[in-house]
């Protein structure tokens, strides 16, 4: 896998603070809205070995502690999303129902929240739907964090993206980056459209969780 130089060709555009040594460790710091917005790799080990997923993070100031999950579109699933609907959540925890409203993000989702009210605030924005349309195997999580301090929003891809199966989230990066310079630019070019939508969907996010008094 070549993250790290797909990585550094980002940074080279879009600006930010890139670090990286070797395998696979590169991250890369930019600054949205004067806030902190970090993109990484997650790390996890399995019995296959050692899986990778995408994930970026960025802090958001909220009145109130909140949670929400919205999990990845999953085509085949709409039968065992049923059933999860129908069992009763946790009061921090509940799954929205199918009836909840917005069914383009909510018909092949799985959202949980505590607080279905400021969630209807929340995914009345366009711009998150959209985001959400556009990233279909992309999951959302907000957290608070410890204290009074900020809430953390987070985005990770749900398939790891060096996995053997060919459906990695569009994140193709087993291609040897470099080469003659129409394939090397017409990679970069892929890997920026799949990063800048990736990016579009935290900041999204940030937004419409932001905008709405809790």
């Not at 670090?19 to 600054?31: C, F, K, N, S, W």
């Not at 995408?54 to 929400?68: D, E, I, N, S």
Request: charged share 25%.
């Amino acid at each position: 896998m070549y993250w790290n130089e797909y990585l550094y060709a980002y940074h080279k555009k879009h600006g930010g603070q890139f670090l990286a040594g070797e395998e696979d460790d590169g991250l890369l710091l930019l600054t949205w809205k004067d806030r902190p917005l970090v993109v990484d790799l997650l790390r996890e080990s399995g019995r296959g070995g050692c899986f990778y997923q995408v994930q970026a993070r960025l802090p958001a100031t909220l009145a109130k502690p909140y949670k929400l999950d919205i999990g990845p579109e999953r085509t085949l699933s709409a039968g065992v999303n049923t059933v999860l609907r129908a069992v009763p959540g946790l009061p921090d925890n509940a799954i929205l129902p199918k009836d909840f409203g917005f069914p383009e993000v909510i018909g092949k989702r799985l959202i949980r929240t505590g607080n279905a009210p400021f969630t209807k605030l929340a995914l009345g924005s366009l711009d998150l739907r959209n985001a959400l349309l556009a990233c279909p195997q992309d999951a959302l999580k907000v957290r608070p964090g410890p204290g009074d301090g900020p809430h953390l929003i987070t985005v990770t891809t749900a398939a790891s993206i060096n996995s053997l199966s060919a459906d990695v989230g569009g994140w193709y990066l087993d291609a040897e980056f470099y080469g003659n310079e129409e394939e090397k630019a017409r990679r970069e070019a892929a890997f920026f459209l799949r990063m800048d939508r990736f990016l579009g969907l935290i900041q999204a996010a940030y937004d419409a969780v932001t905008q709405w008094p809790m």
